[in-house]
């Protein structure tokens, strides 16, 4: 009984008296949000769940939440009767209660949920800092291989074929910034020029 209670003391998060109930709050920038998701039992957390969502339309945080709470509680199949957000649902639901506490233990499982959510969103722009920074590497490496005065941020690659010295064509592929650009790329039918010159 004693390891028992030592065990349920370590995993008690909050009031006791909590049970029931799902944590899901929300933070973004201009390109994704950042979701966690946790569900409570007798004040403690029985599921966490961090989630990103790529904004396609600049949606809003009240848009992307009302999603996302109809999505998580179906996928995790929820019956809770209660869901605390930071910010309000404009989706209205018979299943469940929508509530923003303000003080108390209510308010630190939103705190905590927040700080979740804010952890994966630092995480992220750590991981987006350590790829521009290793491009960079990349071409600067380039640049000085090549002896270049500026860094090769836009790359345009030309190549000619003929066909038995006949029906001369050309094609460019470009790269900005390291990367295809396969908008930029380009194809042309030579006519001024006759023979495989």
Avoid: W
């Avoid at 028992?4 to 920038?29: A, G, H, P, W």
């Avoid at 390109?31 to 998701?37: C, E, I, R, V």
């Avoid at 969502?53 to 109809?70: H, M, Q």
Wanted: proline residues 4%.
């Amino acid at each position: 009984m004693d390891l028992l209670e030592k065990f349920q003391s370590k995993s008690l998060v909050v009031n006791r008296k909590l049970t029931n109930i799902d944590v899901i709050t929300i933070t973004s920038t201009e390109t994704d949000a950042f979701l966690n998701y946790l569900q409570i039992k007798e004040g403690a957390i029985v599921f966490s769940k961090n989630t990103e969502v790529k904004k396609k339309l600049e949606e809003t945080n009240e848009e992307i939440l009302d999603l996302a709470v109809a999505e998580l509680r179906s996928v995790y199949h929820s019956t809770n009767p209660e869901v605390y957000t930071n910010i309000p649902l404009s989706l209205k639901s018979d299943d469940f209660e929508n509530v923003i506490p303000q003080i108390g233990d209510k308010k630190k499982l939103v705190d905590l949920s927040l700080k979740n959510a804010l952890y994966l969103k630092r995480e992220k722009e750590i991981e987006k800092e350590a790829r521009k920074s290793r491009k960079n590497e990349v071409l600067a490496i380039l640049q000085q291989n090549l002896r270049l005065v500026q860094l090769p941020r836009i790359i345009e690659c030309f190549d000619n074929s003929n066909f038995q010295g006949t029906n001369p064509v050309a094609s460019m592929v470009r790269f900005v910034d390291g990367k295809p650009d396969k908008k930029g790329y380009r194809h042309f039918n030579i006519k001024t020029v006759t023979g495989p010159d």
